[in-house]
């Protein structure tokens, strides 16, 4: 069977599964331009060599996941398939190889994204979205805890094999508020990787002051990505949400390179 190529954007923050234990959701465009969601992957017990970054092009044995109705959702063919590095694309020429792929389709209109999704004929389940407005970058508090439930499952599966530290759960929830191009207005949580690592990164700096943290975060996300860039939106659902929630995404992830305009501006 040939392997797949695929072009990863997005890696969500770990989350603890009863079934598979620590899990990442990783997602992409294979060559042609198609959106594909690979899961589960066990990342951070793959070897240092598998441990694939953002905008990694990798190849792997893919097959479709039977268990989940969304028509981008891939697994690897065991949980021991083995996942190749074999290029990845720089951010040269404000991210030019990069819009290639990610930018081929941009939805503005969040309304008719979710029909989409809604439309049990296309199912839309990923996307690339292009906020008119971005209105505010917030927290939330979550719960700072695994589940009882999600413990118990760690503590069952980990039982005969030895143990990686437990990945912390975020103590808040990170959300943006925009509108889109009709001036319909949406707050999204923000589930990248990058965000998390960012707020334990920012903590660690100012010796535990989540507030000072928070601020940093934010700074980030809004100051800069949101203000000074051209920032678009990985967008997601959710298995469970897909057909159930009135909007059922969820940013996975964001692209923000320089606007153009600049560019060509410190090129003269």
């Given at each position: 069977?040939?392997?797949?190529?695929?072009?990863?954007?997005?890696?969500?923050?770990?989350?603890?599964?009863?079934?598979?234990?620590?899990?990442v959701c990783t997602a992409g465009f294979r060559e042609d331009g198609t959106w594909v969601r690979i899961y589960p992957v066990p990342f951070r017990?793959?070897?240092?060599?598998?441990?694939y970054k953002k905008y990694d092009w990798i190849e792997l044995d893919l097959v479709k996941n039977t268990s989940d109705f969304r028509p981008?959702?891939?697994?690897?063919?065991?949980?021991?398939?083995?996942?190749?590095?074999?290029?990845?694309i720089d951010t040269s020429r404000n991210w030019e190889e990069r819009k290639k792929f990610c930018l081929s389709k941009i939805y503005y209109n969040l309304s008719e994204l979710i029909a989409e999704a809604k439309d049990k004929n296309t199912g839309t389940s990923l996307a690339v979205f292009k906020p008119t407005e971005?209105?505010?970058?917030?927290?939330?508090?979550?719960?700072?805890?695994?589940s009882p439930k999600q413990k118990a499952a760690l503590a069952q599966q980990?039982?005969?094999?030895?143990?990686?530290?437990?990945?912390?759960?975020?103590?808040?929830?990170?959300?943006?508020?925009?509108?889109?191009?009709?001036?319909?207005?949406?707050?999204?949580?923000?589930?990248?990787?990058?965000?998390?690592?960012?707020?334990?990164?920012c903590l660690s700096r100012h010796k535990g002051n989540e507030m000072k943290?928070?601020?940093?975060?934010?700074?980030?996300?809004?100051?800069?990505?949101?203000?000074?860039?051209?920032?678009?939106?990985y967008l997601g659902t959710t298995q469970k949400n897909h057909y159930v929630s009135y909007n059922p995404f969820m940013i996975?992830?964001?692209?923000?390179?320089?606007?153009?305009?600049?560019?060509?501006?410190?090129?003269?």
């Open positions: 069977m040939a392997l797949a190529k695929v072009f990863i954007t997005v890696k969500t923050y770990p989350t603890i599964s009863s079934k598979y234990d620590e899990l017990k793959r070897s240092y060599t598998e441990q981008e959702s891939f697994r690897p063919s065991t949980l021991e398939t083995v996942i190749n590095v074999v290029g990845h971005i209105l505010d970058f917030y927290v939330e508090p979550a719960d700072r805890e695994w980990n039982l005969f094999e030895t143990k990686l530290e437990v990945v912390k759960k975020l103590p808040y929830k990170f959300k943006f508020r925009f509108k889109d191009n009709q001036g319909k207005e949406s707050n999204m949580m923000v589930e990248d990787w990058e965000t998390g690592q960012l707020f334990w990164n943290a928070i601020e940093d975060v934010r700074r980030k996300y809004f100051d800069d990505f949101a203000m000074t860039k051209d920032l678009h939106f996975i992830g964001t692209f923000h390179p320089k606007f153009e305009s600049q560019m060509k501006l410190f090129s003269l």
